[in-house]
């Protein structure tokens, strides 16, 4: 802590008052001597670290000073949300929930089937996951305009992985059972990374990755459902472009005109609808309640023209009544394990994702805070006990949270609104379906995907930066060419490769003075900057850290040699000091360290003096343990640039 | 570019002359405006990015203005160094390289054949190794002390990866073949990084990951060398602890007393010249001497003493002559082709990094500068030579070129000079050899890699930095348990881990002034700093990327909160403003920019102004090409803390 402590005394043994030098218009302040942050013990560094890891959002501060009971409530309203804001429930609220809970639900209803198909499983799976799962989130959740239920992306994905391995035409059983232990598996992932508050992992599928990865995966969905809209019986059930294409078009005498013709109609009138609703939002209905019209309708017209289109494929019967459970069927041993845990990863992870996004994206819209860690909670129970009663994995949708949104949505009770109309569907309802033709469903699941092609968003990411462009494409090319799970491996690779890029080739710059202040910025970015005389002023715009330490050395001194040169062939005076700005050095480790003190002893041996400027607090922290500021003395460290180089030029005039 | 150009005239619309607030002492001068970096074309981006990854030691710099002939000289000084002393070399400099030569002769020998016992190889190709490398490596190398032969680390893990699937006793040709062709994918390996430029993927491997490797490394080795020790010969040849100790302690019947007290005593007499050469530096050829002396000695004794000694193993019958050309043994189609590239690649990184490290720790002593990516041709070259004569992979050995200093060596002729004493010994001395017993060798194996294990560089790891020497542990034990390629391949992955975690969890610091300056600083570190009233400023101490966009959003909206908490707290004037200081974000995507833009719309529905300070280049391009600097405004956007401060103060004075 003495250190730099006699500078100022120093300062006043020279004779002379320091004389300004040219581009120091201002007199030299005292000289501030660079603090170590106050001493902390291992443990409490360590304590600090993980506090900031895991608990940055501090959710215990409410829970301060309160009284025992009032502790008691707070903590069920932290568990239970439900407890938060059930109390100031009126009628007037429940009014708009009903409103946007039947809105939903005819969404949720011919979407639950569809998405059902595109994960191979039985349609009925796919209404049982919009009964039991909306009901559970509305206890645990905190957002107010989540819609649950399940999402293309994740039953793709869960369709594609599983079918792979085990086709449902194949083994029926096996795959439900497969499906049911992937979603456990899911909720149990994702209800993990809440409770250990790992919520951060799900912040490694960067936007741009997302983007390119949902809009290749519905191109693929969309080219899937050719299967539907052209009527083919065999099809393959692999994921990637190629085969998928082939598979459509090797097969064109399975193709049925009647099922082309309806099924192109259909298609259009829904493309149409979602138009009109995304040019006047206010007409938000218009699409919401499109396609439960298109399965009444197009049900309609088979039962009426029977037999004349006997070519389009139905739905056929489905059972009636409530999910039944199924904890018996969970797979726990036997070789498709590691598949079923895989599978319930990645579409676990996939979900989540979309979740915690649609629930942020609607929160900042009303001004109010969705816990993340907590979400994941909920998310994760909702899906374990989803498993138990014969659903597969489920989340918020995007699109049905959309709808619920401009439909006036204010709680949770709009999920149990849903579930309650899936309740009449469920008991009552399912017999209606049996004429629905296929045809319909491919035309909804195409309807939501194309929303997922966002060019827009692809668009501003090439102009912004372009390696976040480049992700998005390697994850869209991965996921058409190789699969699904590699090219979101890829992209999170090339996420992860443009960190450490910048990591190991930072930048570094050289700043002047801004005549006049005593502010220092890059020679490059301002014009109006001007070099210091006899100096060099550097700055590191990175950690320095092993990966880039030997980059940084041989850089720093490149930068002094055609300093020197340039000093050399322009006759100017020599370099006598070079000026090592440390500010955005965030962190250093141990080859950081060697690698300033190499540096310092080899421009001492060329007789410059080197210098360091406001190392902040962890790195000062390193500095100071390494024990090698003793090298760098009273005078080789200082708070800002500015009184560097007033102080060292002034001592540089009072002993010539 | 037109950004805040009018601020110097707002600001002199204010009628009063502006007051300094309490905390400024110092009357504002002028406001002065951030400047984007000069705009540049996308090409010219990728470029200047591109030159910076591969070139950042600009090499052709000395080629700049020449003349045709002057650039053809130095081309041939570019690519074979030998061109560049050669022409300045005299006979003094000879004579010291004559003698650095022999010495390392005297210590190459027989750390050669020891070293192909540890690849598991026949010693004699131990030999050869010391003998072609290191004539290639004279004329392509630009290190003046690295002395060429086997190491100990690349030998090691070249034996273990090859014998877990091709032992040496069932086929030992196959062994031989994959061996050679080993080392040609190393050599192939090398050079290509050094030609594309690709060095820093060495990198990667921190210190903190190669102090645990090798001291792993060298517990394991030194365990596996009970078995010369002890004299059993039936021992494993796997290399992980448990059954490296277990066989040593399931063959006691095999235990052969005179090779057990022989070999003790040879390695105590090692072990003890090691310690004398180590306190004396001057005593270097004690322990440079040791090896061959005991050699010699122990063949004598098992000579003198034949009838006695029975129990003795003793190397047998070697080949005289030069190396054979292998060129036509190496293996490129076949099962083992994978396990030959791969075990390459490990040891030619392992041999890669061992070389350019020793290569500029010698280079630094004498102030020298080497270059990477040449020495990593030279390397790669010179192993693509060997592997098609004999040679297995060698590179620069840390305790030979150690000698090589010491002993004076000036170039690389010690090199040739080694090389020929080598030559001599394969033509006439081999002979000699016959009755040295395996347990010498043993004991130089322990005696060189004993000095691998750097308990001091551990112990300071562990006082500067917890996570690096949590690196060096996970290294150390992986290397111990698993198996060398996965310890190695753990390590690296908790250094990459450690850089991910610092840009996912960055710190945000709350700055203060320094009273009497311009200077903000973190008032955690800095007593005597204070709080500017009605103004929170932050900084944000890493780039905001994807990884850590959600994190950063909802700490500085902590920082707010608790701020708020505390100001009402206390009674304080509300708050006002919030500064982000901006200087160590050295980098933004895509997603960092939407946590900006979110972050002002966020406060100023809670109407506090939002202000940024001090982007940096390219920073300030990324903010520019998504228009969010509009949203900002022309009093958005400042070049230092301290001028926003006294200007958004004195326009409030204005119009309060």
């Not at 499983?121 to 009901?135: C, E, K, M, N, T």
């Not at 969905?221 to 052209?230: H, N, P, W, Y």
Request: aromatic share 10%.
């Amino acid at each position: 802590m003495g250190l730099n402590s006699n500078r100022v005394e120093n300062f006043s043994d020279t004779e002379a008052p320091p004389l300004s030098t040219s581009v120091m218009q201002m007199p030299p302040l005292e000289v501030h001597r660079v603090c170590p942050p106050p001493p902390r013990t291992t443990s409490q560094k360590l304590r600090h670290r993980l506090s900031e890891i895991f608990f940055p959002d501090d959710p215990l501060h409410k829970f301060k000073d309160q009284s025992w009971f009032r502790k008691l409530i707070l903590g069920l309203q932290f568990f239970f949300p439900i407890f938060d804001w059930a109390p100031n429930y009126s009628l007037q609220l429940f009014k708009s929930d009903v409103i946007s809970g039947v809105t939903i639900a005819s969404l949720a209803i011919p979407q639950g089937i569809s998405y059902a198909k595109l994960a191979n499983l039985p349609p009925i799976i796919g209404l049982y996951s919009s009964f039991v799962p909306p009901l559970i989130y509305s206890v645990l959740g905190s957002s107010r305009h989540l819609a649950v239920g399940p999402v293309s992306i994740a039953s793709l994905v869960m369709g594609t992985m599983l079918s792979e391995v085990v086709p449902y035409s194949d083994e029926p059983a096996l795959y439900l059972k497969l499906a049911f232990t992937a979603t456990f598996f899911a909720g149990v992932f994702q209800a993990s990374l809440g409770f250990l508050r790992l919520g951060f992992v799900i912040d490694f599928l960067s936007k741009a990755t997302l983007v390119g990865f949902m809009a290749g995966a519905a191109v693929i969905v969309s080219l899937q459902q050719l299967k539907g809209l052209l009527g083919i019986v065999h099809f393959t059930t692999k994921m990637q472009l190629v085969p998928v294409l082939s598979s459509a078009f090797h097969h064109i005498d399975e193709w049925s005109w009647q099922t082309i013709v309806m099924g192109v109609a259909f298609l259009a009138l829904l493309l149409i609808t979602r138009q009109i609703s995304m040019r006047r939002p206010k007409l938000f209905w218009v699409s919401a309640a499109a396609p439960l019209a298109s399965v009444i309708l197009s049900t309609i017209l088979v039962v009426c023209f029977k037999s004349k289109l006997h070519g389009i494929k139905t739905i056929g019967k489905l059972p009636k009544g409530l999910n039944p459970p199924s904890s018996n069927m969970l797979y726990f041993n036997g070789p498709h394990l590691a598949l079923a845990i895989k599978t319930g990863i990645v579409t676990g992870i996939l979900s989540l994702t979309e979740g915690i996004a649609v629930g942020r994206t609607f929160a900042s819209l009303k001004n109010y805070q969705v816990d993340g860690n907590k979400e994941m909670m909920a998310i994760g129970l909702m899906n374990m006990a989803g498993s138990c009663s014969s659903c597969y994995v489920t989340s918020g949708s995007f699109s049905r949270s959309a709808v619920n949104y401009n439909a006036g949505a204010q709680s949770a009770v709009s999920n149990i609104v849903m579930a309650a109309a899936v309740l009449v569907t469920l008991l009552f309802l399912m017999p209606l379906f049996y004429y629905t033709p296929n045809l319909i469903l491919a035309a909804i699941i195409i309807t939501a995907v194309v929303g997922l092609i966002d060019y827009q968003a692809a668009y501003k990411l090439w102009k912004v930066d372009k390696l976040d462009f480049l992700a998005c494409l390697c994850s869209f090319f991965g996921v058409l060419f190789i699969s699904v799970p590699l090219g979101l491996a890829i992209a999170v690779g090339v996420s992860v490769f443009k960190i450490l890029l910048h990591v190991t080739r930072p930048n570094t710059v050289v700043l002047g003075n801004i005549p006049r202040t005593q502010i220092y910025q890059n020679l490059n970015q301002y014009r109006e900057a001007v070099r210091v005389p006899s100096f060099l002023i550097m700055a590191v715009e990175a950690p320095i850290y092993f990966a880039n330490s030997t980059y940084l050395q041989e850089r720093i001194l490149r930068w002094i040699r055609e300093e020197e040169e340039w000093l050399a062939a322009n006759d100017r005076s020599n370099l006598k000091c070079v000026i090592l700005d440390m500010t955005a050095v965030t962190a250093i480790d141990t080859s950081g360290i060697d690698t300033i003190s190499e540096l310092r002893k080899m421009l001492e041996k060329r007789s410059l003096k080197f210098v360091l400027v406001n190392p902040v607090g962890s790195v000062m922290e390193k500095l100071q343990e390494s024990n090698i500021l003793e090298s760098f003395g009273f005078d080789g460290l200082y708070v800002s640039v500015g009184e560097a180089v007033t102080d060292i030029s002034s001592a540089w005039k009072a002993q010539p």
